[in-house]
């Protein structure tokens, strides 16, 4: 009995012994290797690997895509999806023929890996789903600093960088207002680097004149109001937007007064909120149809006390000579 347990006893510290003299795992040495070409639809090619994809060190001029004839199809962004394995390329429309795909990716590791010519057909399928804003920074009714403001607005998908952008705020000075593009196309930032009064509730509208790279227009209008201070107005109203008798999107609401302009703006079912004070207002409403910065509808002006239990609805009206829309803000 005693041999048996001197032999245990030895056995469990040569385990103990090797244990400790055991290397770590080595690390990966293996280049990533590329599974699976998808085009999704015209202008997306999702390219599936075994492993993670360093995004960050690649680039639209990491690639090359080709037709039989030697014509470049045009790489306008890149992306990652959740599943950090699939990279995501933005093309220029591509037509249902082959096409040959080189470039080079990098693990998270640096192991590189190089493909060339791999052959894939394209896709025939067209993007028909309008774009959204998945999300808003500073959120609604939040609070922000007075100084060095950055209005950010995150898309569901990658934007036409040259659709025009139109967008409406208050009291912000508008012409001091510089925007710019994130590297995916997928965020668009607005800074605003001078301060304003304390107490301030500021109110930024982006048009939807933004459109994808399928030409698809932005769904909805971007809406955000955030204020410097943590004091918001009291009253939250809930009120509808109608033209022709039926709801309408995208219009722009505006209450003022002597002391204040505040701004919302419809969703599809017409409805649209503000927060006001208790004290009373002339409230209207304006859009701009074919998104060529003039107003086309305008409502008659009605006046508002926040402390009616009616909700307040206004009607768009068509108008022959619309102004600019910040004729109607300011």
């Known amino acids: 009995m005693q041999k048996y347990f001197y032999l245990i ?3 469990s510290l040569l385990s103990i012994f090797c244990a400790k003299k055991m290397l770590p795992p080595s690390p990966d040495r293996f280049p990533p290797h590329l599974i699976e070409i998808e085009p999704v639809n015209r202008v997306k090619i999702n390219l599936t690997f075994d492993e993670e994809i360093n995004i960050s060190k690649l680039a639209t001029q990491s690639f090359t895509i080709t037709t039989v004839n030697g014509e470049s199809l045009k790489i306008k962004t890149l992306g990652q999806e959740r599943s950090q394995n699939i990279i995501s390329l933005f093309t220029e429309p591509a037509k249902p023929e082959q096409y040959y795909l080189s470039g080079s990716f990098e693990d998270k590791q640096g192991n590189v890996t190089t493909i060339n010519n791999k052959k894939f057909k394209g896709s025939s399928a067209t993007d028909t789903f309008p774009p959204k804003i998945a999300e808003t920074a500073p959120k609604l009714g939040t609070i922000a600093k007075f100084k060095n403001v950055i209005i950010d ?3 569901s998908e990658p934007m036409d960088t040259a659709s025009e952008v139109i967008f409406i705020t208050t009291p912000l000075d508008k012409n001091k207002i510089k925007w710019n593009w994130r590297y995916d196309w997928q965020n668009i930032t607005f800074g605003y680097s001078d301060s304003f009064e304390p107490k301030s509730v500021v ?7 933004l459109k994808d790279l399928e030409g698809n227009e932005l769904d909805l209008a971007g809406y955000t109001f955030f204020a410097t201070e943590s004091i918001l107005p009291s009253k939250n109203i809930f009120g509808n937007l109608n033209y022709q008798a039926k709801p309408f999107k995208n219009g722009i609401i505006v209450f003022s007064n002597d002391k204040t302009k505040v701004l919302a703006v419809s ?3 017409g409805n649209f909120s503000v927060r ?18 003039f107003v086309d509808l305008y409502a008659e002006i009605i006046n508002y006390n926040p402390q009616d239990t009616t ?7 068509p108008i022959l ?8 803000i300011r």
């Open 267 to 269: 969703d599809v079912s």
């Open 321 to 328: 000579e619309g102004q600019e829309i910040d004729k109607y």
């Open 153 to 155: 607005f995150n898309f």
């Open 276 to 293: 006001l004070d208790t004290i009373s207002y002339k409230a209207t409403a304006i859009a701009d149809t074919n998104f060529d910065n």
């Open 203 to 209: 109110y930024f509208i982006l048009l939807p004149t």
């Open 9 to 11: 006893l030895g056995l």
């Open 311 to 317: 909700k307040p609805k206004l009607n768009l009206l």
